[in-house]
């Protein structure tokens, strides 16, 4: 894929991205956040911009290009020069580990395979040790295929991947739809602000697995309907971007 996002035609009820519900601490008319961007001339990583979030919803951008740690430093500045406060999205539950990175991982590489998911952790590729869609309010960082879903679906050339929720048990029956909330909404963004993911897929066979990491992709749409139990499931599209 050539720097920009596809777009298909899916026959299939999608679901709308709404705007983050912020809550504007007492005392002020608007915030300062941080936000991800994906630069077309740097397609496999995302730079960040500082924005200001008005208490009705309405964002400004006010400087980007920047790295995350310099975009968080710059934030905070401006946030106590406009006398008011950082914030960070109400629906982001931070991981243990390292701060969020969108894009690759430096001393990583496409075909690298990991023995189990604390050495994915280790390695910065994945924060979390149990779910496949590593997340935050900002969006997706990385997702992991693993049979989890009945709807999920592998090839190099067309991937599909299924969001999370509303199964009885972990890779059990689905019993619920899911919802556009956590790790959807997270790669939802994603397909919004053409952020990269990192995929990483479960090879091999009963106990002789591993973890192998297939590259960054975006999300170039989605579809949300029937699983293969009933309830309406999000598949999400994937294209890998080039080496």
């Known amino acids: 894929m050539a720097g920009g996002r596809h777009r298909l035609l899916i026959l299939t009820r999608s679901v709308t991205l709404e705007r983050n519900a912020f809550r504007i601490p007492r005392g002020v008319d608007h915030v300062i956040s941080v936000r991800p961007r994906w630069n077309a001339d740097q397609p496999r990583t995302a730079s960040y911009v500082v924005v200001r979030i008005w208490h009705d919803g309405n964002v ?9 740690a310099a975009a968080l430093v ?5 946030a106590n020069t406009e006398g008011t406060v950082y914030l960070r999205a109400p629906d982001d539950v931070p991981s243990e580990g390292a701060d969020p990175l969108f894009g690759e991982v430096t001393g990583t590489y ?7 998911r604390e050495d ?6 994945h924060r979390r040790t149990q779910g496949g869609i590593d997340w935050t309010s900002e969006g997706a960082l990385a997702i992991v295929f693993a049979g989890g879903y009945a ?11 299924t969001g999370m929720g509303g199964q009885d048990r972990p890779g059990g029956r689905q019993v619920e739809d899911q919802v556009p909330t956590h790790g959807n909404r997270a790669l939802l963004r994603n397909l919004r602000d053409g952020l990269p993911v990192r995929v990483i897929r479960r090879v091999g066979t009963g106990a002789d697995y591993a973890y192998q990491y297939e590259g960054l992709y975006h999300v170039v749409d989605h579809t949300f309907g029937p699983s293969k139990d009933g309830p309406r499931v999000f598949r999400f599209q994937l294209r890998q971007l080039p080496h």
Request: negative net charge.
């Open 60 to 68: 400004e951008d006010i400087v980007g290009n920047l790295d995350r």
């Open 74 to 78: 710059r934030a905070n500045e401006i």
């Open 110 to 116: 496409q075909g690298q395979r990991f023995k189990r």
């Open 120 to 125: 994915l952790r280790a390695a910065g590729l």
């Open 151 to 161: 709807e999920d679906s592998w090839s190099e050339t067309d991937p599909w991947y």
